[in-house]
């Protein structure tokens, strides 16, 4: 039996740990570097206040092989790699994660070549510096943050249509007052432009800066559908109840990369239809029926730095709660949930 898992990140790691503990199979991971980029810390590689990055290979189990390549087509039980080599497979689990797409005269901070060059330019700023952030989600919203606490000699801007939009009610109100309390500028509009370090606002307004930091995570990579895989209008590859490809039943989808209705990109996700994916795969190979996978998420939360954060709670489905913590309790929850994330993958723990 031979499984091979594209992508390792949170799901490709999680996935081919529990398989690794679950079937006798051999198992490769692919991924285009040797190392586990532990994403949700990027705004950290940025600013200066995490490494995000550690050998593959010391999140994997015994046993498992790891190939350093990108895919560039799964299909017909072969996955075909840009070295212009193949491996074939039984089963495949497709965790290739999403993309940055920044606009041009910004530095993605996204992906992990986007947040090293962004960790270097930002290191090279005087002091009175002027720093934007493009993108109110939360990725833009822990980058800001987390910029102006590590640079207090910076003016650090953070400009969204509006900022902190993936809240609600009082929990949106303590996200902002939480930027303010950092000292971030905080600007409801859309950039239309970067030119020169000029930024054009929607409004018909703009303002200078130094350095333009894009922080908004969207599109899938184009492998699934570049495969002839099933996807939706966002490239996702599109899955049964198990996780499995609709088009190909050897071809399960996790993570960023699948279009599980009902989801967005979220480490929870990830790990969670990892987990899933993983004991679907090895209840079939046993000839026991697997179990549907049904969404579950627990909160919404942001970092303001390392010494507070925002926690709103929502429903299982992930329409918010009303209830949100702040803070350091909340910072603490973050920060714990950030090292499960990692443990978990390692471990192969999830749904
Ligand atoms: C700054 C930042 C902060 C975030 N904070 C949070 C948070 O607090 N909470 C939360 O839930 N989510 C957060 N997220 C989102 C979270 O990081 C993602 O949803 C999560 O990483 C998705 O996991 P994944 O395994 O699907 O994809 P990834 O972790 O992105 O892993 C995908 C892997 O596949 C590899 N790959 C890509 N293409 C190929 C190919 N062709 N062949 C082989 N390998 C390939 C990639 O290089 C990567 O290693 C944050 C994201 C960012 C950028």
Excluded at 116 to 131: D, F, H, K, N
């Amino acid at each position: 039996m031979r499984i091979v898992v594209v992508g390792g990140g949170y799901a490709g790691v999680l996935a081919a740990n529990r398989l690794a503990k679950a079937v006798e199979a051999e198992i490769t991971v692919v991924n285009p570097r040797p190392d586990f980029v532990e994403r949700v810390r990027l705004h950290q590689q940025v600013a200066g206040t995490a490494v995000a990055a550690g050998p593959l290979g010391s999140m994997l189990r015994a046993g498992i092989a790891t190939r350093v390549a990108a895919a560039h087509k799964v299909g017909d039980g072969t996955v075909t790699l840009d070295d212009g080599s193949t491996l074939d497979f039984d089963y495949a689990l497709l965790a290739v994660g999403s993309t940055v797409e920044p606009m041009a005269g910004t530095v993605p901070i996204g992906s992990w070549e986007g947040a090293q060059r962004a960790r270097a330019a930002l290191a090279a700023l005087p002091a009175g510096a002027v720093v934007a952030v493009v993108g109110g989600g939360a990725t833009g919203v822990e980058t800001a943050a987390e910029v102006a606490a590590a640079r207090p000699d910076l003016r650090v801007r953070i400009v969204g249509s509006p900022v902190a939009a993936t809240f609600t009610g009082r929990a949106r109100r303590l996200v902002r007052d939480g930027l303010a309390r950092v000292g971030v500028e905080v600007t409801d509009d859309e950039v239309v432009a970067v030119d020169g370090g000029d930024v054009a606002l929607a409004s018909g307004t703009g303002f200078a800066a130094d350095l333009v930091l894009w922080a908004i995570v969207s599109g899938v990579p184009e492998l699934a559908a570049a495969s002839g895989l099933d996807v939706d209008a966002d490239g996702r590859v599109l899955v049964d109840e198990f996780l499995r490809s609709t088009s190909d039943e050897r071809v399960f989808a996790i993570g960023d990369c699948a279009g599980v209705p009902g989801t967005r990109f979220a480490c929870q996700s990830a790990t969670d239809q990892a987990g899933h994916a993983a004991s679907a795969l090895a209840a079939m190979i046993a000839g026991r029926g697997p179990k549907p996978y049904s969404v579950r998420y627990l909160a919404r939360c942001v970092t303001l730095g390392r010494r507070a954060a925002v926690a709103q709670f929502t429903h299982l489905d992930d329409t918010p709660r009303d209830t949100a913590l702040s803070g350091r309790t909340a910072a603490v929850l973050k920060e714990l949930a950030t090292r499960g994330a990692k443990f978990g993958a390692r471990a192969g723990f999830g749904a």
